[in-house]
């Protein structure tokens, strides 16, 4: 009957046509890694915490992700 061809909140982009700022993704992985040698300095038990966000944001800078 009534056939949607996209998703309300998606669209079919190819990614070649996909225009990406890494620019936040670099923010945010200096901010988390200022933070991360901070805790290493003041409280070295939690530098652990924000490792997860250094790593996810370096690779998504790069594009790996």
Do not use: H
């Not at 652990?48 to 944001?57: H, K, M």
């Amino acid at each position: 009957m009534y056939e949607q061809k996209y998703t309300t909140f998606a669209k079919n982009i190819p990614m070649s046509e996909r225009k990406v700022s890494r620019g936040k993704d670099w923010l945010i992985f200096l901010i988390s890694t200022a933070v991360m040698c901070t805790l290493l300095w003041v409280a070295p038990a939690w530098f652990w915490v924000p490792l997860p966000f250094v790593l996810t944001y370096l690779t998504k800078a790069f594009d790996a992700l």
